[in-house]
């Protein structure tokens, strides 16, 4: 059973930092692009920051400059550095992954969702 599960979210002041984590676990054959989406209330979820296997980053336009998406493939983690946060940053962050798992008669590959962990930006 493949999971992911987020952590790192918080209450932070406006221009303050978080860290969010994602890790992956289970029985995974590979894991392709992964990222990180949000969620304000109200409001539709919205890609912030993607990563490819091989490093490639894509960032949404409201937060190019000041947040960071990053991986570790040895250990099956996205991690998204959050910096000069503003109150729109406010929102559920969820990780997300294309992921190969390991399976007894399928290899294909499938998209994953984290739990969400909130964030709140105070102004």
């Known amino acids: 059973q493949v999971q992911l599960v987020e952590s790192g979210g918080g209450l932070v002041q406006a221009g303050g930092s978080l860290r969010l984590s994602c890790a992956a676990s289970?029985?995974?054959?590979?894991?392709?692009?992964m990222g990180w989406y949000r969620q304000a209330p109200g409001e539709q979820r919205e890609l912030v920051a993607t990563?490819?296997?091989?490093?490639?980053?894509m960032y949404a336009d409201s937060v190019k400059g000041r947040f960071t998406i990053s991986r570790d493939n040895a250990k099956k983690m996205v991690y998204l550095q959050m910096n000069s946060l503003k109150p729109e940053d406010t929102a559920v962050y969820y990780c997300?992954?294309?992921?190969?798992?390991?399976?007894?008669?399928?290899?294909?590959?499938?998209?994953?969702w984290g739990q969400g962990t909130p964030v709140t930006v105070s102004s």
């Open positions: 289970g029985s995974i054959i590979r894991i392709n692009d």
């Open positions: 997300n992954a294309n992921i190969v798992p390991m399976t007894r008669f399928t290899v294909k590959e499938y998209e994953y």
């Open positions: 990563i490819t296997s091989s490093g490639s980053t």
